[in-house]
């Protein structure tokens, strides 16, 4: 029974923090749009970057050149299929 004392001012306590920060997420925006996150993500753009393609960029092509067993770069043609 004394274990009361003490639980219900931690409640009442965590109902008032609790209510703190939800009324200071409303004031500073955070619900303001609940629809555009949804819609950015399907609207994303999948294709890759101009980065991303080995042609372009010859420091992705030197990274995924295939090596022989010493580290070398071969040419593609004598590596084991």
Known sequence: MEILYL???LSVL?????GA???WSV???QFDDLEGPGYR??????RPGPG???EVDPAISA???????????????????
């Open 52 to 54: 991303l393609n080995p």
């Open 63 to 81: 990274a995924i050149a295939p090596r022989d067993g010493e580290g070398k770069k071969t040419n593609g043609s004598d590596v084991p299929k």
């Open 41 to 46: 993500v399907l609207m994303d753009d999948d």
């Open 14 to 18: 965590l109902v008032f923090l609790i």
């Open 27 to 29: 004031n500073n925006g």
């Open 21 to 23: 920060v939800f009324w």
């Open 7 to 9: 639980l219900i001012p």
